[in-house]
């Protein structure tokens, strides 16, 4: 009898170490195109480990944003109601179209041989998993003169929208004022 329950044993002991193993054989390899998202999340750890060397900048003027209506203002809430709510827009966009959005975080900027994607980069409670959220301008500006410093803390209100890029809808904000 105990020497059927060591079999037993054994044999569940080596079920565990087998099923804790990566098995990659007959999987089909998946497309590893990137997203605008990981692109500004990986800008956005790269420019953390940049010297604090001024990178544009030079003509930034900030917008005036005393007396802007928003409907959230993510500027008030705890670190961990804005990781909450910045990933319930990205989870539930459509519930957030037309709404005017108000965000502080860290300026960032993708820059594509198409055009720019202007960020502002959103870090939770513990700073592990920063979020981004495209903005447009409402009035042009010219990059990188007429915009901050890279990394540096901008303060960002716009409408709320989503966009299809080939097949993948982004979500940014619309007629932007930054600060």
């Not at 928003?70 to 989870?91: F, G, H, Q, R």
């Amino acid at each position: 009898m105990k020497r059927i329950i060591s079999i037993l044993l054994s044999f569940i002991i080596c079920l565990t170490f087998c099923a804790c193993s990566e098995v990659d054989a007959g999987r089909k390899k998946q497309n590893n195109t990137k997203t605008v998202d990981d692109i500004l999340n990986e800008a956005a750890d790269d420019e953390n480990q940049l010297s604090s060397a001024p990178i544009g900048g030079t003509d930034f003027t900030a917008d005036n944003l005393d007396g802007e209506k928003c409907d959230i203002d993510l500027t008030t809430m705890s670190a961990t109601m804005v990781y909450s709510e910045v990933n319930n827009m990205m989870i539930n966009p459509d519930d957030y179209i037309g709404k005017v959005i108000k965000m502080d975080g860290q300026f960032s900027v993708f820059e594509s041989g198409e055009r720019n994607y202007f960020a502002c980069i959103i870090a939770d409670a513990t700073s592990c998993c920063s979020q981004g959220i495209e903005f447009i301008l409402k009035k042009e500006r010219q990059y990188p003169g007429e915009y901050p410093k890279l990394g540096s803390k901008i303060t960002v209100i716009g409408e709320f929208e989503t966009y299809l890029e080939g097949d993948r809808k982004y979500c940014q904000l619309k007629n932007a004022l930054i600060s």
